[in-house]
């Protein structure tokens, strides 16, 4: 790989940071030695002077960038070099490119490309012609042309003689790597995307209404637009337009576009009435038209794209770290129930520990109608199993199935039981998975979607580690993204969970541990084979036992790694092996044991930081250590809480505008939050009707998995349609919730106005419903659906998101991944 001079990089990325570029050196040495990025922020604050996890991430991916942008320099500074037409000049403004797109501009003149028009007419001898014409206007045309027709070299007439000269400027003119960018930005700032739908596609593509007529501009459009129209045009419903500027009235005299006035200004072309000024503005306006404009629009589509789709990347990954740091239920025995009309309940009770101790398949809905059955068959599992929670999974027929667990509830208050509605996005691609085989042999796939429900209730962290982060579908477009892109960053988060909660190397799972930082999939089949063959690890020093489990590797993994009731006490802890003889001379100073001084406040606080500090270990990590001797082995997770559906509200039809109900959030979007409130469809909060004060960013004020109060403001059945708001006070509309799915009286329906942006709400205001639904369209066209991406049920056109969102995070509490 080339590179650039040392510290040209790192200066670059600590300039955008705001931090020391001796930080971001050592970050960048760190990480090119193999160290990841969650060991780097744990236990080497000292040589990064404490940048956090997030930094560090934001380091690693500009270094990535950069590198690429520097090995693109190289091979552009080779590729002129080699066609003999590397001068100074050009070679200083190679080096200076601080961007791929300003480096593509500057080497488009000298780009290897097919024979241009351009070429041939070069090729002709016509280079004379198109540089005299643009040199001096005063020349005729027509006349200066005559004395370049050669029919040996395809010039018939003059005429041609002109086109070829018109092509060497045209190419000339859009080749122009200042003019090209300065034209970019201009267009980007000024320019708008239209949507049309196409003729006949209005029924067929009825889930895109929205953008049947719509205009933005470029900088307003947030990702989650910009995707549903690609997705649009990509499924050949809408058609796009790129426009560089507001449309002008027809009935005004035409006059060049500002850009046609960049180029001819850039160039010197002006209309001073000579013979060739009229040619040379045609060829502006030609270049203008049939380059520049194409070419911009290809630059700001492939824009408009990447942030779009950085945007829905955050979006996913932010969601994805609420969703697997959701409060897990803990080591309590559970009995998980995989709803279903059919084919029946799926069952299965697993320990405290997450061992399946028994499985069955119960009828209690249509067409069997065996409920007494079925009650007696989970009163008799929960019994015989000390079963303390019950995991709904949030399916077809799963309020159905909510009702049942309730009725068991009822019936034997004696078990004690709690019901728990849980996500089960991802269970079916989990349970034909070869780790599902492997780790649950000779079970029934149907069963182990039972298994993985009880499992991701007492710890979803350890139970969803087992699945593709893009199969449990808490993102939006999430197909439309880029594979590399989104799998680098949701890989990042599971990374950062996952050893942010530490993991328990006795009892977690081989896909838990390959993502402890320093293991990889190798390694973790590794520790569970010696740990199947020697029996649980007694000690972290045990671990350099393990096959192929070397000294980096063990530096790397062996903080995050916990060891419950081993040999040292230290083990259970987050305390790296290298810091442990700090705490002994902790407990040296303190006059006791290791054992006696974990835990212990009033000691811990006694003790200065500072006087433990060395050549090795400085104030951050003592300081660290501390903390972590105080509450050893704590879980960064909240408390398990659930919420409680209304009884009586499980259906659409069932709400009313102005009910206030509990449920959970879903998902978190750009424009709002989906709430499950138990009617087998989820309801939009706008981010407008998040709280009195003016919210940026609806993460601010909810997360998934949040038990939240809601009220119900409209609701629209034929569309699926439910508008919430959190600000509890806030009136439904007089005439909303009909059901009847009209707008109500005295709003703008949607597509009035001729498909312009609606007028924004009033601060302190809610939206319309067509506002709410205007904006949410196409984000909810792109979410993952129900279990791996596949629909619970098949969604009317007009429905998009809400039967998408992820439903029900699985909450809970436990000490640490298992």
């Keep these: 790989m080339t590179t650039p001079l040392v510290g040209s990089i790192e200066g670059r990325i600590a300039e955008e940071l705001g931090v020391r570029e001796r930080q971001v050196r050592a970050a960048v040495e760190l990480l090119d030695g193999g160290s990841t990025v969650p060991f780097i922020a744990r236990y080497r604050k ?37 066609q003999g037409k590397l001068s100074d000049g050009l070679a200083a403004a190679i080096r200076a490119a601080d961007t791929k797109a300003r480096l593509e501009d500057i080497y488009l003149p000298y780009k290897p490309k097919r024979r241009t028009k351009a070429q041939i007419a070069r090729e002709a001898g016509l280079a004379p012609l198109a540089e005299g014409l643009l040199t001096d206007p005063g020349v005729e045309p027509l006349a200066a042309a005559a004395a370049f027709v050669d029919a040996d070299k395809g010039i018939a007439d003059p005429q041609a003689a002109l086109d070829g000269a018109r092509a060497i400027l045209t190419e000339r003119f859009s080749e122009d790597a200042d003019l090209i960018g300065e034209l970019r930005e201009r267009m980007w700032t000024r320019g708008r995307v239209t949507a049309k739908v196409r003729t006949g596609k209005e029924e067929a593509g009825a889930k895109f209404a929205d953008y049947f007529d719509f205009t933005e501009p470029f900088t307003a459009l947030p990702s989650h637009r910009v995707l549903a129209m690609l997705r649009g045009e990509k499924e050949e419903i809408l058609d796009l337009v790129l426009e560089p500027e507001e ?21 010197g072309v002006s209309d001073r009435g000579r013979p060739g000024d009229k040619w040379l503005a045609d060829t ?15 630059d700001l589509r492939l824009r408009l794209r990447t942030a779009a789709e950085d945007e829905a990347v955050r979006v996913f990954a932010a969601n994805l770290r609420d969703l697997l740091l959701a409060a897990p239920a803990g080591t309590r025995a559970t009995l998980g129930l995989d709803p279903g009309f059919r084919t029946g309940v799926k069952v299965a009770v697993v320990d405290a520990t997450g061992k399946v101790v028994a499985t069955d398949v119960i009828h209690p809905h249509v067409p069997q109608n065996r409920w007494d059955e079925s009650l007696a068959k989970l009163a008799r599992l929960a019994k015989e199993h000390a079963v303390d929670l019950v995991a709904i999974g949030n399916g077809t ?8 667990a309730g009725d068991l509830l009822t019936r034997h208050p004696e078990l004690g039981l709690t019901k728990v509605m849980v996500s089960e996005a991802g269970a079916s691609v989990y349970s034909a998975s070869a780790f599902a085989s492997q780790e649950l042999p000779g079970m029934d796939v149907s069963l182990r979607g039972a298994v993985s429900i009880a499992r991701r209730l007492q710890d979803p962290l350890a139970e969803l580690v087992k699945i593709d982060p893009k199969s449990i579908g808490v993102g939006q477009y999430q197909h439309d993204l880029s594979e590399v892109k989104l ?76 060891i419950q009731g081993g040999d040292d006490p230290l083990d259970a802890s987050s305390v790296h092996p290298e810091s442990y003889p700090v705490v002994r001379r902790m407990a040296k100073v303190s006059g006791g044991e290791v054992a006696a001084l974990i835990g212990n406040g009033g000691t811990l606080r006694s003790l200065r930081p500072v006087d433990f500090v060395d050549d090795t270990f400085g104030l951050p990590t003592v300081t660290d250590i501390l903390r972590e ?9 909240p408390a398990f809480r659930t919420a ?16 206030v109900l509990e449920g959970v959030v879903t998902n978190v979007a750009a424009f709002g939050a989906f709430v499950d409130i138990g009617v087998h469809q989820d309801g939009l909060v706008h981010v407008s009707a998040m709280s009195k004060t003016f919210v940026k960013d609806p993460r601010d004020v909810v997360k998934p998995g949040d038990v939240v109060k809601v009220k119900v403001m409209e609701i629209d059945i034929p569309r699926k349609r439910i508008s919430l708001t959190l600000r509890l006070d ?8 009909d059901g009847s799915g009209r707008e109500p009286r005295g709003r703008e329906p949607r597509g009035a106005g001729g498909g312009k942006r609606a007028p924004q709400p009033r601060q302190g205001q809610g939206p319309s419903q067509g506002q709410r639904q205007g904006q949410a369209q196409g984000q909810r066209q792109g979410q993952g659906q129900g279990r791996g991406g596949s629909a619970r049920q098949a969604p009317p056109p007009a429905n998009s998101a809400m039967a998408d969102a992820l439903r029900r995070a699985g909450l809970g509490k436990g000490p640490s991944a298992r």
């Design 46 to 82: 000292e040589a990064t002077e404490t940048l956090d996890d997030a930094q560090l991430r934001t380091i690693e991916e500009r270094l990535r960038y950069l590198r690429e942008l520097e090995d693109r320099r190289a091979a552009i500074l080779e590729s002129v070099r080699e």
């Design 644 to 659: 409680t559906f209304k009884e009586g509200v499980e259906k659409l039809s069932d709400l009313e505008s102005g009910m």
């Design 284 to 298: 502006v306006r030609w270049a203008w038209r049939t380059r520049v404009l194409v070419h911009l629009g290809i």
């Design 629 to 637: 001797l105080e509450k050893p082995g704590r879980d960064p997770r």
């Design 487 to 562: 799998s680098r960053s949701l890989d990042a988060v599971v990374e950062d969970c996952v050893n942010g909660v530490g993991v328990d190397v006795n009892t977690a799972s081989a896909p838990l541990l390959s993502r402890v930082s320093g293991i990889g999939s190798g390694l973790a089949d590794n520790i569970v084979a010696h740990r199947d063959a020697n029996g649980p690890f007694r000690s972290r020093k045990a671990l350099k036992d393990v096959a192929r489990l070397g000294p980096k590797a063990y530096e790397q993994c062996a903080g995050f790694l916990r």
């Design 247 to 267: 449309p002008r009235d027809p009935a005004a005299p035409p006059v060049p576009t500002s850009y046609e006035s960049s180029i001819a200004q850039r160039f």
């Design 397 to 404: 027929a799963s309020r159905e199935t909510d009702k049942l």
């Design 730 to 737: 806030d009136e439904p509309a007089a005439d909303a919730g």
